[in-house]
């Protein structure tokens, strides 16, 4: 019975922290009435911006994806493995990277200037394009090759009896695979970049190039104006409900795919044609991810001298949120984990934290001044933010948990605490490990809410980034960008290795 | 005496009845085909499975309502009877100490006695996975001596160990069994298991669990649904 007065009061803090600023928006908004010309063209941005984002990363999967199924190289185990890192990548690092990349001064329009070509700019649609891509093109391959990896080699084995062409083997079987997953895949990548906030915020901008999200920001940071604000989360929030609905349907229990370095046995694609083609997709794909980073660790490192005390101190605030973070939302899965826990999760995720952080600004404001909330606000926003990865990590182990030894527990009448500390926390060690991680890194790297309620002294470090390239200190900024993703792998590495050190039988 | 009144459990198509009482201290074997409703027949009685009617007493004491943890039984099951991430001597102590403390001079001397009893001395610090089948169900056993409650359900937990092991674990339970004085009652596929363990035998069939019966008389002179059974 204590068990299930915990679990219903994990439940209701959440539905609390979620039900609150949304009743505080909703207040504020005070109906529809006034959508005006700039509502209208940041909404027809966001949609714009998500469709080509979406359509680009799967399309541009689909090679990539076909080409890791049916090769083996040396090294395909590590970049098949370097395609589930963007997940807890810092957006602000990854930014930083391809500016690097293929800003005005960045590598390619060097390039292109020794040929005479003309210089690139990465600010704008192509850009915001182009950031969300690199981070949504290698969830697309993930989720295309684990269906390719699912097809019975037998299949292939018969194709290749039957003599089938290269075309027939697409039109038999990788046609039909692509049309299954690819509909699920794009509707994922399109509620994940309606939501964007960061890339917009350092890529977008200006009338042409911002996002809903990106309008909430600027109405309560430049122009104060609270209503405004409100009426943009309402907008918000109904689109991304619709897009996370269709995707939920869309997409079925798609998760942290294991068991992805198999391989296949496959008789088709060994004509040179085929080779150069997979050859050609999967080097293209590679460079495209590590170009970034390698540049971000290149520059970062003469940088990393620049960097000055409010680099650190900002560092210091960053881990504190993100260990803090991590404590919370495990205490809040734990609880929940269970199938009616993890809906009721999800229905936490279709709120942005943009809205979130804005109901939270409009239930503060009248008490404190909300920017000197910003760390604990952001701290428990990142935590609701990773509670759906969390439970989706945890709920299966969990429920084996119980399923396997709650009887023996039962006859044995342990107490709740001896459940808790001999039994339940040991056996989800692992998971709880991953968990932690995932939490810790995405709370590390989290450029959010906290762009909304930061004042000059409560900087967190994707914050500091950000305002160092504002201030156009580039090298500083590189330097503060390759700590921010050492801290978030190393957090993620730590936690993660602590989860499986001893865990014996 | 354990006595099983009016018991009716209904699970759509599944239906079963118990009127029967079994002595304290006696040892009778559960035997019937699968899905008669043997497993079903102890989860009942430890409290695991409420039935839609009829009651459960021990010594007149009636059990109906109580929690599995407070009714007089212990429990072994197929499997699972030991947490594997715990030492042998953790999941021993959990008998004496189910809020996980640790154990007094007192109680820790019973660990190693009932340790020693199943033959298990000095694997006080081993992992259930670093011991033979034989040996987990052993320590499981020794658990079950711990927990000295006198009614002791085995559901077919020695059903993955080979005939030898069996009929060693069978003597083992008889005599842990007779030192608790208590009433054990186990579910079995094997026949032989019920002619050499059980004074007496329960069958479970065709939606009834019929009242003991002397086991030499009950295979001397089996009834149809036993036959049918038996083949």
């Not at chain 1, 990548?189 to 190039?209: D, E, H, K, W, Y």
């Not at chain 2, 363990?197 to 003991?212: D, I, K, M, S, T």
Request: include cysteine.
């Amino acid at each position: 019975m204590a068990a299930r007065a915990v679990a219903l009061g994990a439940a209701l803090l959440l539905a609390a922290l979620t039900a609150g600023p949304l009743a505080a928006v909703l207040l504020r908004a005070g109906g529809l009435g006034t959508l005006g010309a700039p509502e209208w063209a940041a909404l027809r941005f966001t949609v714009w911006q998500a469709l080509l984002s979406a359509g680009f990363s799967v399309a541009l999967a689909v090679p990539v994806a076909r080409a890791l199924a049916r090769r083996r190289f040396a090294g395909r185990g590590a970049l098949i493995a370097l395609l589930g890192a963007p997940f807890i990548l810092p957006v602000i690092v990854a930014v930083l990277g391809l500016i690097a990349v293929f800003g005005q001064n960045g590598v390619v329009s060097r390039a292109l200037a020794v040929l005479g070509g003309p210089r690139i700019d990465i600010y704008g649609l192509h850009g915001v394009v182009l950031a969300h891509v690199f981070f949504n093109l290698p969830l697309a391959t993930r989720l295309l090759l684990q269906g390719w990896l699912a097809i019975p080699a037998e299949r292939y084995r018969l194709a290749a009896s039957l003599g089938l062409s290269p075309w027939a083997v697409i039109r038999t079987l990788d046609w039909p695979l692509v049309r299954r997953i690819a509909p699920g895949a794009f509707a994922v990548i399109f509620t994940i970049c309606l939501t964007s906030f960061a890339v917009a915020l350092t890529l977008g901008g200006g009338p042409r190039a911002t996002t809903v999200e990106l309008a909430i920001y600027q109405s309560v940071r430049f122009e104060f104006d609270l209503g405004r604000a409100a009426l943009l989360s309402l907008i918000q929030l109904a689109v991304a409900l619709a897009a996370g609905l269709v995707a939920l349907r869309l997409s079925g229990g798609q998760g942290f795919g294991t068991g992805l370095d198999r391989v296949v046995p496959r008789w088709d694609g060994r004509s040179f044609g085929a080779r150069v083609v997979d050859g050609v997709a999967i080097t293209a794909a590679a460079l495209f991810l590590l170009t970034p980073l390698g540049m971000v660790v290149a520059r970062g490192l003469p940088g990393l001298a620049l960097m000055g005390a409010g680099t650190w101190e900002a560092a210091g605030h960053s881990l504190v949120v993100a260990l803090g973070s991590t404590a919370l939302c495990l205490a809040w899965a734990l609880p929940l984990a269970t199938k009616r826990g993890e809906l009721f999760a999800l229905a936490a995720i279709a709120l942005s934290p943009l809205v979130l952080g804005t109901g939270l600004f409009l239930i503060l404001r009248p008490f404190v001044n909300p920017f000197s909330m910003a760390l604990p606000v952001t701290g428990v926003v990142n935590a609701l933010m990773a509670l759906p990865f969390a439970l989706r990590i945890l709920r299966p182990e969990a429920e084996a948990v119980r399923r396997d030894y709650a009887r023996l527990s039962a006859t044995l009448g342990l107490t709740g605490l001896a459940w808790l500390q001999l039994v339940l926390l040991p056996r989800l060690r692992r998971p709880l490990g991953f968990a932690a991680g995932l939490t810790a890194a995405l709370s590390m790297g989290d450029l959010g809410v906290i762009a909304l309620f930061a004042d000059p002294d409560r900087a967190t470090l994707p914050l500091q980034v950000y305002r160092l390239m504002g201030s156009y200190q580039m090298e500083a900024a590189a330097g503060a960008a390759l700590l921010l993703l050492a801290l978030s792998l190393g957090l993620f590495w730590i936690f993660d290795r602590g989860g499986r050190a001893d865990a014996g039988a | 005496m354990l006595v099983l009144e009016g018991v009716r459990v209904v699970q759509g198509e599944f239906t079963l009845e118990a009127d029967l009482s079994l002595a304290a201290g006696a040892r009778v074997a559960v035997i019937g085909p699968s899905g008669a409703g043997k497993s079903t027949l102890l989860d009942v009685i430890a409290g695991f499975y409420a039935p839609q009617a009829g009651r459960v007493r021990w010594e007149g004491r009636d059990l109906t309502a109580l929690a599995p943890q407070d009714r007089p039984v212990s429990m072994l099951f197929q499997d699972g009877n030991l947490f594997p991430h715990l030492s042998v001597a953790r999941n021993l102590s959990l008998a004496l100490r189910p809020d996980g403390g640790r154990l007094d001079a007192a109680q820790r001397r019973a660990l190693e006695r009932a340790l020693a009893r199943v033959g298990l001395q000095g694997m006080e610090d081993r992992r259930p996975g670093q011991l033979s089948g034989g040996q987990q169900a052993r320590a499981a056993l020794a658990r079950v001596l711990l927990q000295d409650r006198p009614v002791m359900l085995l559901d077919e937990p020695f059903a993955a160990l080979g005939p030898a092991l069996k009929a060693e674990m069978l003597t083992l339970v008889g005599e842990v069994a007779e030192s608790l004085g208590a009433l054990v009652l186990m579910v079995s596929h094997e026949p032989q298991d019920a002619r050499v363990f059980a004074g007496h035998c329960v069958l479970v069939a065709e939606g009834r669990a019929a009242p003991p019966v002397e086991t030499g008389a009950l295979f001397a002179d089996p009834p149809p649904a036993l036959k049918a059974y038996l083949g």
